[in-house]
C-alpha cells in the first residue's frame, strides 16, 4: 500500500529556532512536495523536488529551505522559525509514470511557533 | 495556466440529503481534475480523478463527479448524505505545463453534517 509519512504529527517550537520537518516515502517516487495549509487559502506550494538532490521553489518558498539527499526523503527546514509559520504542513509525491499525476498525502504536521 | 475555483468555502447539508459541492475550472489544455477529501487530523487522501475516459467519474464512498466541458465544471456530488462524509473537500487540477506533475488545488469546501 502507498505511503507517506511524516516526522511529527504536532511540534511546538519557539520563534528564532530552527525546525526540521522530514518526510518519507515507500512507493520510489520520483516527485516530492511540501505544501503548507491555512484556513481559507487551501494548500500552497513551497517546494518540490523531481529527483535527488534536485528543487524548486514553489508559490511561497520564503523563510523555508529543502533538502532531497535520498530519493525516499525529503526535509524542509525552517531556519529561523517565526510566529507567521505557525500551520499544517503536508509533504507530498508522485510518479512520473503517472500519467495524470496524481499526488499521496502524508498525514501532516501541525507545526506552532511561540 | 490552469486553474481551479470552488464555488463556497462552507456547505451545510442533512443526514441522507443530497451533497452537492461546485467546482469550476480553467485550463487551456485538455484538464485532468481530481477530487481530494480531508478528514479532520488527517491528510488529503484522492477520492476520483477524472482523466477523460469518462465524463462521469465515481469514486470512493459514494461520491461521483462529472466533468462538463461546455461549463468548465467538475462538480462533486453524493446522492445522501452520512455523517462521516464531514470533512474538507479540494477540487485540483493538474498543472500539465510544469516540470514535476504538480497539482494546483482549489481554497477547499468544507461540508457539514446535520442529523
Known amino acids: 500500500d502507498v505511503k507517506v509519512t511524516q516526522s511529527s504529527r504536532y511540534l511546538v517550537k519557539r520563534t528564532g529556532e530552527k525546525v526540521f520537518l522530514e518526510c518519507v516515502q515507500d512507493?520510489?517516487?520520483?516527485?516530492m512536495f511540501w505544501y503548507r495549509q491555512d484556513p481559507g487559502l487551501g494548500l500552497r506550494l513551497i517546494y518540490f523536488?523531481?529527483?535527488?538532490?534536485?528543487?524548486e521553489k514553489g508559490d511561497i518558498p520564503e523563510g523555508y529551505s529543502v533538502s532531497r539527499e535520498k530519493k525516499e526523503r525529503f526535509s524542509l527546514i525552517l531556519e529561523s522559525a517565526s510566529t507567521n509559520q505557525t500551520s499544517m504542513y503536508l509533504c507530498?509525491?508522485?510518479?512520473?509514470?503517472?500519467?495524470?499525476?496524481?499526488?499521496?498525502f502524508g498525514p501532516g504536521t501541525r507545526l506552532t511557533v511561540l | 495556466a490552469q486553474s481551479v475555483t470552488q464555488l463556497g468555502s462552507h456547505v451545510s447539508v442533512s443526514e441522507g440529503a443530497l451533497v452537492l459541492l461546485r467546482c469550476n475550472y480553467s485550463s487551456s489544455v485538455p484538464p485532468y481534475l481530481f477530487w481530494y477529501v480531508q478528514y479532520p487530523n488527517q491528510g488529503l487522501q484522492l477520492l476520483l480523478k477524472?482523466?477523460?475516459?469518462?465524463?462521469l467519474v465515481k469514486g470512493i464512498n459514494g461520491f461521483e463527479a462529472e466533468f462538463k466541458k461546455s461549463e468548465t465544471s467538475f462538480h462533486l456530488t453524493k446522492p445522501s448524505a452520512h455523517m462521516s462524509d464531514a470533512a474538507e473537500y479540494f477540487c485540483?487540477?493538474?498543472?500539465?505545463?510544469?516540470?514535476?506533475?504538480?497539482?494546483?488545488f482549489g481554497s477547499g469546501t468544507r461540508l457539514s453534517i446535520r442529523p
Open positions: 523536488s523531481y529527483d535527488v538532490k534536485m528543487k
Open positions: 485540483a487540477v493538474s498543472d500539465r505545463g510544469s516540470s514535476a506533475s504538480k497539482i494546483i
Open positions: 477524472y482523466t477523460s475516459a469518462a465524463t
Open positions: 507530498a509525491s508522485s510518479s512520473d509514470t503517472s500519467y495524470y499525476n496524481e499526488q499521496f
Open positions: 512507493m520510489d517516487h520520483e516527485n
